[in-house]
């Protein structure tokens, strides 16, 4: 089998998003009125090249989000993160989140 030179990966970050009130008393209308821009604010991501995956989910007691990104500096990852429009009702907290194969022995490229 020929060795195939892996690329580096990415440096990716993970833009985790939680909700100001707990879910007693979050707002699911205005969460979902904020629902078309957030779909723009994702399409813009894609369209740039940053966006490498998004999800909702949950805390115990609060809606949550998470949006994985490309970016070439933690501060880009923050003016990215900035973008979101759930940031009017929650707050996202940026990190950075390492990348690594299950597969060891799988040479792949991740682009």
Known sequence: MEEQALQPLPVIYACIWKA???DASFNSKEFESRIPR???WLKDLNAK?????CGGGGFENHSGG???IK????EEAL????????????TT???LWDVYFAALDV???FK
Do not use: C, H, Y
């Open 66 to 68: 998470l949006t994985l």
């Open 49 to 53: 090249g940053k966006l490498v995956a």
């Open 93 to 95: 907290e940026v990190f």
């Open 71 to 74: 970016a070439d500096s933690v």
């Open 20 to 22: 100001n009130e707990p």
């Open 107 to 109: 040479k792949r490229e």
């Open 79 to 90: 003016q990215l993160s900035n973008g979101t429009p759930m940031n009017e009702i929650g």
């Open 38 to 40: 957030l779909m723009v």
